[in-house]
Nanobody, 125 residues
């Protein structure tokens, strides 16, 4: 599975931005797609995940209520709609996927087999 991420950019605090991640192959079953981010000087952290079969979503507490993960099944694409962005959201955002994840592991980056290139999101104050 190859992942292509896009949509990063420079915005001001309070603005919105939408990231996209497209998978190269058809997705089904226990397929999860997720977003992680890595801020300067910090470890990579979980942001949000989408379970393809059933549409369950998972969020980090820091983004809950501001970010929404969704999918376009026909395009094998997940989106991360980011609203009310804050300077602390500044990071390189990575798309990840796995074919056989279980729900209890969605926040663990080591469980994902496939990664896209990062896309930089910079939020100015």
């Amino acid at each position: 599975v190859q992942l292509q991420a896009s949509g990063g950019g420079l915005v001001q605090a309070g603005d919105s931005l939408r990231l996209s991640c497209t998978a190269s192959t058809r997705t089904s079953g226990r397929f999860f797609m997720a977003w992680f981010r890595e801020a300067p000087g910090k470890e990579r952290e979980f942001v949000a995940a989408y379970k393809w079969d059933g549409g369950s979503t998972y969020y980090a507490d820091s983004v809950k209520g501001r970010f929404t993960i969704s999918r376009d099944n026909a395009k094998n694409t997940v989106y991360l709609q980011m609203n009310n962005l804050k300077p602390e959201d500044t990071a390189v955002y990575y798309c990840a996927a796995d074919r056989r994840l279980i729900s209890s592991s969605v926040r663990d980056e080591s469980e994902y087999d496939y990664w896209g290139q990062g896309t930089l999101v910079t939020v100015s104050s």
